[in-house]
């Protein structure tokens, strides 16, 4: 997930606090309760797991992860280093260290890398026998959909949830109305008909916007339209019917004028200007909107992502995964099965706007209580992750963007530009 804007530099005091009774809760008779997090060998009379740990946060900053293992520590003893790994520099840094051996313990891995990853051995195989011991990392805590199918590669599970990231549609209910829309757009069309007359508007104002690094988003309006991208023999396929109505909605919205062109354009201001009052953003998004403008509250809103013959969304976000040749696999693990505690979720989400991937959190009434998050949760039930097809940004994706980006960019043919697709993804496969 690539994201484009700054968020929160700290953790909220209160965050922290209430973390840390979480950790520290206590049954009746004064001894500390069992979270989880606490590890079988402290229980067995084996040396409890030690660290230090070094785990990699992919973004530009590690303050927010630094704040909230604090609890962890405080509880554990268990020091925790977190290196902030760019996103454009991930995969060199992931390849580097497969290379050498030397990698960290823990690493965040976006679903869309997971079977690149997984297929260099570099993950810790995390069978049933390995995680018993950790209540909080059992498969049936996580929202269905999210275990088991974004977790494991060729039904070897090699990470466990965190971030639990679907699309919606963003939209400034006030513009929309000035304009005479009096709802979000259901459908596609509906959504292409809106963009056009939003875009009217004036020098510099557009109607919806598409990030041109959005890999996924083609291949959501190919899901939308009832199509899908891979075959049933597991084979990459885009040369389909809906494949091509997804790309003629893609190549008309840049055709009616109605998205930027600028490949810096940045879509929280573009949103909070107003400048493209139309998006299809994750969760995190929200947070960014309210952090960037405070003001706008009321006059902007989610909806679950528009119809051809169905509204199927992505579902991306990201999985925490251990490193096979790390020297403390029992601390890696104790850190994960506090991450997917549910007051350790419920945290993040308030901190970041990232959506939880533990049932109990997302149910949680600090989530509930906010309306977004029914939108959030019923698009969660209606979302696939993108195909585990070997490399997807470096190739599939990166195929996918190019030929589009050729057509909508450059002015190159279409039949042109899908017929290079359809060579560069040939023999590409899930298998």
Same mark, same amino acid.
């Given at each position: 997930m690539a994201n484009s804007f700054t968020r929160r530099a700290l953790v909220p005091v209160g965050i922290v606090a209430a973390l840390a009774l979480a950790a520290c809760s206590s049954t009746g008779g004064g001894t500390p309760a069992a979270t989880g997090g606490t590890p079988a060998a402290a229980t067995s009379g084996a040396p409890a797991p030690t660290g230090p740990l070094t785990v990699w946060v992919m973004g530009d900053t590690t303050a927010h992860? %630094?704040?909230?293992?604090?609890?962890?520590?405080?509880?554990?003893?268990?020091? +925790?280093?977190?290196?902030?790994?760019?996103?454009?520099?991930?995969?060199?840094?992931?390849?580097?260290?497969?290379?050498?051996?030397?990698?960290?313990? +823990?690493?965040?891995?976006?679903? /869309?890398?997971?079977?690149?990853?997984?297929d260099t051995g570099a993950l810790l195989p995390l069978d049933d026998a390995t995680l018993a011991p950790y209540s909080h990392l059992a498969s049936a805590n996580f929202v269905d959909g999210v275990a088991g199918k974004a977790t494991a590669v060729g039904g070897k599970v090699v990470s466990v949830p965190w971030i639990s990231d679907t699309r919606v549609l963003f939209y400034r209910s006030d513009i929309l109305a000035a304009a005479g829309i009096s709802s979000p757009p259901a459908t596609w069309d509906e959504l292409r008909a809106d963009a056009k007359t939003l875009a009217g508007r004036g020098p510099g104002k557009y109607g919806y916007y598409i990030p041109q690094w959005d890999s996924p988003l083609p291949v959501e309006m190919t899901w939308d339209f009832g199509g899908d991208i891979i075959g049933a023999d597991g084979a990459v396929n885009?040369?389909?019917?809906?494949?091509?109505?997804?790309? %003629?909605?893609?190549?008309?919205?840049?055709?009616?004028?109605? +998205?930027?062109?600028?490949?810096?354009?940045?879509? #929280?201001?573009?949103?909070?200007?107003?400048? #493209?009052?139309?998006?299809?953003?994750?969760?995190?998004?929200?947070?960014?909107?309210?952090?960037?403008?405070?003001?706008?509250?009321?006059?902007? /809103?989610?909806?679950?992502?528009?119809?051809?013959? #169905?509204?199927?969304?992505?579902?991306?976000?990201?999985?925490?995964?251990?490193?096979?040749?790390?020297?403390?696999?029992?601390?890696?693990?104790?850190?994960?099965?506090?991450?997917?505690?549910?007051?350790?979720?419920?945290?993040?989400?308030?901190?970041?706007?990232?959506?939880?991937?533990?049932k109990a959190a997302l149910a949680d009434t600090a989530l509930t209580a906010d309306p977004l998050v029914s939108v959030y949760a019923a698009q969660l039930a209606n979302a696939k992750i993108v195909p585990l097809v070997p490399n997807w940004d470096g190739a599939t994706g990166k195929a996918l963007l190019d030929a589009l980006n050729s057509i909508v960019l450059t002015g190159k043919d279409k039949e042109a530009a899908l017929t290079s697709l359809f060579a560069a993804t040939k023999g590409q496969s899930t298998n």
């Open positions: 992860f %630094d704040q909230i293992v604090q609890p962890f520590t405080q509880q554990t003893g268990i020091q +925790v280093k977190a290196v902030a790994i760019p996103w454009d520099s991930v995969d060199q840094k992931f390849t580097t260290a497969v290379a050498s051996g030397d990698g960290p313990d +823990v690493l965040q891995v976006g679903l /869309s890398k997971l079977r690149t990853y997984a885009f040369d389909t019917p809906e494949f091509r109505k997804a790309v %003629d909605l893609y190549t008309g919205l840049y055709a009616d004028k109605s +998205v930027p062109t600028n490949s810096d354009f940045d879509q #929280t201001q573009g949103f909070v200007s107003g400048a #493209t009052p139309m998006l299809v953003s994750g969760p995190y998004l929200a947070a960014a909107i309210k952090d960037a403008a405070p003001d706008l509250a009321g006059k902007w /809103s989610v909806a679950q992502l528009p119809k051809g013959t #169905t509204n199927t969304s992505l579902l991306a976000g990201s999985n925490m995964a251990v490193w096979a040749k790390s020297a403390h696999k029992d601390a890696a693990l104790t850190l994960l099965d506090f991450l997917s505690q549910p007051a350790t979720q419920v945290a993040w989400f308030q901190l970041n706007g990232d959506l939880p991937t533990a």
